[in-house]
């Protein structure tokens, strides 16, 4: 894909949780979401179904996620407010 010079968004996802949206924010499993670059994220990390929409949708809205490429995963605190920061703050695909 990257060689059609398109834009992209490439995010990885690891522990996802089958939990509906529901019961996830009923539980509070997770509201912070770490977006990290290299193949840092631990196969013990875990992330909502809910979590992970919410990253797509904002990858969509801010132009600085457009040909990044990213793992991301969750953990419990303040939920992101900044996503344009967040998105920015990563590297550019090569």
């Known amino acids: ?11 990885s996802r690891r522990g996802l949780l ?5 019961l996830a924010a009923s539980l509070v499993l997770s509201d912070k979401v770490e977006l990290v670059q290299g193949d840092t994220v631990s196969a013990q990390t875990t992330i909502t179904r809910a979590d992970v929409a919410r990253v797509c ?4 809205k801010y132009p600085a996620a457009r040909n990044r490429t990213f793992e991301i995963s969750a953990q419990a605190g ?10 920015a703050a990563l590297k550019p695909a090569p």
């Open 1 to 11: 894909m990257r060689v059609t010079r398109s834009p992209l968004t490439v995010l």
């Open 18 to 22: 089958l939990l509906t949206a529901g």
């Open 57 to 60: 949708v904002a990858a969509l």
């Open 78 to 87: 303040p939920p992101v407010t900044d996503w344009r920061t967040k998105f």
